[in-house]
T-cell receptor, first 112, second 114 residues
Framework: GENVEQHPSTLSVQEGDSAVIKCTYS??????FPWYKQELGKGPQLIID?????GEKKDQRIAVTLNKTAKHFSLHITETQPEDSAVYFC???????????FGSGTRLLVRP | DTEVTQTPKHLVMGMTNKKSLKCEQH?????MYWYKQKAKKPPELMFV???????INESVPSRFSPECPNSSLLNLHLHALQPEDSALYLC?????????????FGPGTRLTVT
């Protein structure tokens, strides 16, 4: 089956700095890669996604890059703000079953 | 509008109780999902409904019984649960259960089994 690894598990940055979270996956047939933000007591919120025919996608301060050859993708948050503090999950839509397989999560803390 | 609603927000139940979790979406999505999330862990898929038919059951114990009365509603019936079933139960929906992929989650029901 599909296996998704996410690093780091925790990340602490100063407000205004950039944050990068990386995920690797195993099934080369997978072709959809979303990122979710989960705040305390809430459900996961889809913040950005990328499909395999694109190498990079940007939405204001967040961007996602995909390297299909190396089977890894990354979330980049620039000019971090305290409200960016949350748990971030990467996910992969497993090609053969169309099931979302989640990474283990990264707890991001933005220090004011 | 990408809203999925879930009721109740919190539920405490004994091991002999029967209760139900409810989920609703009005985005015209034809796929709906139940996930279970333990503390500090990612969501784990339990069930997938596609066009109101159960398409995936991730070997979930029979004390969890899903139901999809129509394309907008999804229920999860609970009976004879164990304390280890305490978790956040998340509902999600997507346009279809296929390669389009985009799933939108509700806020979840925090379940405590005593």
């Amino acid at each position: 089956g599909e296996n998704v690894e996410q690093h780091p598990s925790t990340l602490s940055v100063q407000e205004g700095d950039s944050a990068v979270i990386k995920c690797t996956y195993s099934d080369s047939a997978s072709n959809y890669f979303p990122w979710y933000k989960q705040e305390l007591g809430k459900g996961p919120q889809l913040i950005i996604d990328i499909r395999s025919n694109v190498g990079e996608k940007k939405d204001q301060r967040i961007a996602v890059t995909l390297n299909k050859t190396a089977k890894h993708f990354s979330l980049h948050i620039t000019e971090t703000q305290p409200e960016d503090s949350a748990v971030y999950f990467c996910a992969v839509l497993w090609g053969s079953s169309y099931k979302l397989i989640f990474g283990s999560g990264t707890r991001l803390l933005v220090r004011p | 509008d990408t809203e999925v609603t879930q009721t109740p927000k919190h539920l405490v139940m004994g091991m002999t109780n029967k209760k139900s979790l409810k989920c609703e979406q009005h985005m015209g999505h034809r796929a709906m999902y139940w996930y279970k999330q333990k503390a500090k862990k990612p969501p784990e898929l339990m069930f997938v409904y596609s066009y109101e038919k159960l398409s995936i059951n991730e070997s979930v114990p029979s004390r969890f019984s899903p139901e999809c009365p129509n394309s907008s509603l999804l229920n999860l019936h609970l009976h004879a649960l164990q304390p280890e079933d305490s978790a956040l139960y998340l509902c999600a929906s997507s346009q279809e259960a296929g390669p389009l992929g985009e799933q939108y989650f509700g806020p979840g029901t925090r379940l405590t089994v005593t």
